[in-house]
């Protein structure tokens, strides 16, 4: 298993701000992921984090708005840019383990933006 | 493209058995995830289908169809607790479907 470490937890923000989460992982993990949840709705998936080299990006996210880093095997970094109350939303890592491929998840960092 | 899909809601009462479907059109396919949220929480990690059948997991069990596309989540003998939303989540990509709330009734 894998236990994964986000923060912060939560935070208010000022529009057009920036936010930079941080996520850490207890074991090396080849796949990591970030995910967006809106309130009331399921996961949606930003990116995956890759190490190493840029991230790979779905479709209706860039690069520009969510920047990602990936410097090794345990660490990732999702950064929020220029905020507006749309991106009011929980944002969870998350780390695919090594043998079944199960996802496991932080405990997401809620993101409030006034 | 992908395409998954849940009910948005269900009921059931507590001892009840209840199944929640899951369909699903992907460009890849290598497994099928069922993850349980309680609200305010991370989802976790219930049952993973590769192959066609049947999996128990003690209350739990998940049934996966490749050739039609569907999955289901089976919970028997249903606790207060069971309330949570249940998420069906397709691999190459993990890509979540739009989650099934469920409220269990005493």
């Known amino acids: 298993s894998a236990v994964i470490s986000q923060k912060p937890s939560r935070d208010i923000c000022q529009r057009g701000t920036s936010l930079t989460i941080q996520c850490q992982v207890d074991?090396?993990?080849?796949?990591m992921f970030w995910y967006r949840q809106q309130p009331g709705q399921s996961l949606t998936l930003i990116a995956t984090?890759?190490?190493?080299?840029?991230?790979?990006?779905e479709s209706g996210f860039v690069i520009d708005k969510f920047p990602i880093s990936r410097p090794n095997l345990t660490f990732s970094t999702l950064t929020v840019s220029n905020m507006s109350p749309e991106d009011s939303s929980i944002y969870l890592c998350?780390?695919?383990?090594?043998?079944?491929?199960?996802?496991?998840f932080g405990e997401g960092s809620r993101l409030t933006v006034l | 493209g992908q395409n998954i899909d849940q009910p948005t809601e269900m009921t059931a009462t507590e001892g009840a058995i209840v199944q929640i479907n899951c369909t699903y059109q992907?460009?890849?396919?290598?497994?099928l995830f069922w993850y349980q949220q309680h609200a305010g929480e991370a989802p976790t990690f219930l049952s993973y289908?590769?192959?066609?059948g049947l999996e128990e997991k003690g209350r739990f069990s998940s049934f996966l169809s490749r050739s039609k596309g569907y999955s289901y989540l089976l919970l028997k003998e249903l606790q207060m607790k069971d309330s949570a939303s249940y998420l069906c989540?397709?691999?190459?990509?993990?890509?979540f479907g739009t989650g099934t709330r469920l409220q269990v009734f005493p």
């Open positions: 998350s780390a695919e383990g090594p043998d079944t491929g199960e996802l496991f």
């Open positions: 074991s090396q993990v080849t796949m």
């Open positions: 984090a890759n190490q190493g080299s840029e991230a790979t990006y």
């Open positions: 992907t460009s890849g396919f290598n497994g």
């Open positions: 289908n590769v192959l066609d």
């Open positions: 989540a397709v691999t190459d990509k993990l890509i």
